[in-house]
């Protein structure tokens, strides 16, 4: 069951205070504060728990911490080649076979601002010519359906290894699970499946958001920080 990141929060807060009592007690009972004599006691409790917390950092904090920044790195490395390669794919659909692709302008174009301003040349018409390429050429359909795929299942894969401290990426990646499954497989989108794994690549790849507009951060890099 996952913790709140505010108590979480608190807890830790309450741990390095305990800590610091404990130290205080520790010292004032070991026979080294000449103001206070020992007291085996209170010397045994402090130092027990002090290892306590020691072992609870080495063996539980320090490792899940280190678990979850690979878990970050690697799921955040897969969406950057995922943005990379749906250019591609979607190079390959606008030029269909005309000319070749400049190996370089994928990892340019993966670049928010600058996919929506080559999309958007000419009204839209880079956009509507790699929409038409899709709908002609299945193979590169395929391809395109893989990639997002893919990063469906490293989210998935991620999230079922993390204890979330709060709801809210935890929320986002079903829905963004979900709503891949549902452009996959749902009868609604297979008379026109193009339009919707469209409107599903503009959303990321642009940063648009039906319900905000136009976004200024990208909420898939967001919500993997926060994991």
């Known amino acids: 069951m996952s913790v709140p990141r505010l108590q979480v929060n608190w807890f830790l ?28 006691i209170v010397f045994n409790l402090s130092a027990s728990y002090i290892a306590s917390v020691i072992l609870w950092v080495l063996v539980v904090w320090l490792p899940e911490r280190r678990r ?13 080649l995922f943005r990379e390669e749906v250019v ?3 190079l390959r659909a ?8 400049d190996m370089e302008l994928p990892k340019k174009l993966a670049e928010p601002a600058s996919f929506r301003e ?11 010519d790699a929409l038409n ?12 359906l893989l990639e997002i795929d893919l990063l ?15 709801s809210e990426p935890l929320a986002f990646f079903k829905r963004l699970t979900h709503h891949v499954e549902r452009l996959k497989s749902a009868s609604v989108y297979s008379y026109d499946q193009v339009k919707y794994l469209g409107n599903f690549v503009w959303e ?24």
């Open 13 to 40: 807060i309450g741990v390095i205070g305990l800590t610091l009592v404990a130290a205080f007690g520790l010292w004032q009972h070991s026979g080294l504060d000449p103001t206070r004599p020992a007291n085996p």
């Open 68 to 80: 979850r920044a690979i878990l970050r790195t690697n799921l955040r490395n897969h969406y950057k």
């Open 88 to 90: 591609h794919i979607l």
């Open 94 to 101: 606008a030029a269909d076979g005309s000319h070749a692709i």
């Open 118 to 128: 080559y999309f958007s040349r000419n009204r839209n018409q880079n956009w509507y």
């Open 133 to 144: 390429g899709l709908q002609g050429n299945p193979e590169v359909l395929r391809d395109l």
């Open 152 to 166: 469906s299942n490293e989210i998935a894969s991620a999230v079922a290894k993390v204890e979330f401290d709060d």
């Open 204 to 227: 990321v790849l642009a940063l648009w958001s039906i319900i905000d507009g136009q976004r200024k951060d990208d909420i898939v890099e967001s919500m993997i920080n926060r994991i």
